[in-house]
């Protein structure tokens, strides 16, 4: 697997242990894989980056970041976020989604993935908790639809 180990490197969030594409893994997000923990931001886009370069490279499937999904779920100029991952173009989108809402403060208590599928002109949205992301699912699909101009049903 290539990757950049700075093991003890320091920055404002601590020791750097893993750079790794677009991911910055730190010993405190390391420290929540030890325990009874959720995933935070930074864990959950280091394995879609893992996911993109390592086990689908070259596939037609865009993995799109957490806080890339946040920025595109309160921003109104979808194509900023969305046309530099080449997202009209791929076949699949997999998107993880929370429900934080409030874009002054982080957050959020639950995550859920969106995936779309171009050939079936269809959203997907796994959620564990039964629905606690739907509406925010439902809401990021349509900012999508109106992007991509197409009518898209979301399941």
């Known amino acids: 697997v290539p990757k ?11 020791n750097i242990v893993l750079n790794y594409y677009d991911s910055i893994v730190y010993e405190e997000d390391l420290q929540l894989l030890e325990g009874p923990h ?9 394995y879609m ?5 390592e086990e689908y490279n070259n596939l037609d499937i865009c993995f799109v970041r957490p806080e890339v999904t946040q920025c595109i779920k309160l921003s109104p100029d979808l194509p900023i976020f969305l046309d530099p991952i080449e997202f009209r173009r791929k076949n699949y989108a997999v998107m993880t989604l929370n429900d934080c809402i409030n874009p002054n403060s982080p957050g959020g208590s639950h995550w859920s993935l969106l ?5 079936e002109l269809k959203f997907y949205h796994i959620d564990s908790s039964e629905g606690t992301n739907k509406l925010a699912a439902k809401e990021l699909a349509a900012k999508i639809t109106e ?5 898209i049903k979301c399941d």
């Open 115 to 119: 995936i779309f599928s171009r050939n």
């Open 147 to 151: 992007y991509i101009g197409k009518n």
């Open 38 to 46: 959720w995933l935070n931001d930074t864990l959950i886009g280091f």
């Open 4 to 14: 950049k180990l700075i093991k003890g490197k320091m920055s404002i969030k601590g």
């Open 49 to 53: 980056d893992y996911l993109e370069n």
